[in-house]
């Protein structure tokens, strides 16, 4: 499943009102860790079912930044069932991000 952009615009409806387990990743184009960790997310979202990744732009998204308090990039927020459950900042190896999508369920 590829990797969906979200915006102030749709963010509410498709991480709070779909009721899914969402990854969002906030990220900048100028930021290295951020970078590093679009393929380990993008790689993800290609081998993991039932979960949702997504991007959010920090920098064409103020209000989803200022809404999580987003102090550094790249942060990651975990959605369960509309609710925010964790939250990471920086970057993740793909053993660091299964386990933070899915913790003691591995």
Do not use: W
């Amino acid at each position: 499943m590829a990797v969906m952009t979200l915006t102030d615009q749709n963010f509410k409806e498709t991480t709070i009102d779909s009721g899914k387990t969402i990854v969002v990743d906030i990220y900048t184009n100028s930021c290295p860790a951020c970078a590093m960790m679009a393929p380990v997310f993008e790689r993800a979202s290609e081998e993991t079912n039932d979960v949702v990744f997504a991007e959010v732009d920090a920098g064409r998204n103020p209000e989803i930044v200022s809404e999580f308090k987003i102090m550094s990039v790249p942060t990651l927020l975990l959605f369960k069932k509309g609710e925010l459950v964790k939250k990471h900042i920086g970057a993740l190896s793909p053993v660091e991000l299964d386990q933070f999508i899915f913790g003691d369920d591995m």
